[in-house]
């Protein structure tokens, strides 16, 4: 549950501070009467005392950062955003995406070693870093959603319309019960530049558009929208 501490914090307080009020009355009360009733504002504390058990006794999700596989424009940047986020929160698991099999296979493309040295640096154990198969991002989230768990937060290491992309995956995969629902979406911001807003704005209308269940890639039908997109990635070298 995200904002677990705050809340307990919240329920206790409230509760004291209800049952401080009940207390003060009731021994008020019980110097002029000693029938006098229990005050309101004892069951009142009682009540948020409860819920602040119960928020106690949730188990907290966990926290993962998702890095896109990247063309080596966004190399720097994602690894930037990728440290300065890993140092600000509790990340409890990396996951790099791009259809890579094997840990060995990071080091035979030039824009993944740098995530990896930054996640290690960090004190993400190599257990704790997952590697995706997905051949796009459609892939990425049918892939992302076997992993987490309803109370998770999942911060995505991109510019803001491709984490629109992302996030209206997410949204399409939920509706088709193939992502969890209760997970917390945040964007690891990194710059969006003409670049960037092309291909953002393609692959996020893209999504838009189409209504068919997500499905792997080799399931899919062949589409124009697809072949559109995959020439302009040529193009502009992502």
Do not use: C
């Not at 004291?16 to 005050?39: A, D, E, K």
């Not at 966004?74 to 890993?86: E, G, H, P």
């Amino acid at each position: 549950m995200r904002y677990k501490k705050e809340l307990e914090t919240l329920f206790f307080i409230l509760a004291l501070g209800f049952l401080l009020i009940s207390l003060r009355f009731t021994l008020s009360g019980g110097v002029i009467n000693v029938n006098t009733p229990v005050s309101v504002n004892f069951f009142i504390g009682l009540f948020f005392l409860l819920i602040g058990f119960i928020i106690m006794a949730q188990g907290e999700g966990l926290e993962y950062l998702v890095i896109p596989h990247s063309g080596r424009q966004w190399q720097t940047s994602r690894s930037k955003s990728a440290k300065d986020l890993l140092e600000r929160r509790n990340i409890k698991r990396v996951v790099i995406t791009g259809a890579i099999e094997h840990e060995k296979e990071m080091y035979k493309d030039k824009s993944r070693p740098s995530f990896y040295r930054v996640i290690r640096d960090a004190g993400i154990s190599p257990k704790d870093i997952k590697l995706l198969r997905g051949k796009d991002s459609e892939e990425d989230i049918l892939y992302l959603g076997k992993m987490v768990n309803s109370g998770d937060t999942v911060y995505f290491d991109t510019f803001p319309l491709h984490y629109q992309e992302y996030k209206t995956l997410v949204r399409k995969a939920q509706r088709d019960r193939k992502f969890p629902k209760g997970v917390y979406l945040r964007n690891a911001r990194i710059p969006q530049g003409r670049i960037e807003i092309t291909y953002g704005i393609l692959g996020w209308l893209e999504e838009l558009i189409k209504r068919r269940p997500l499905d792997y890639k080799e399931n899919r039908p062949n589409d124009t929208l697809d072949k559109v997109k995959g020439i302009v990635k040529k193009i502009i070298g992502v």
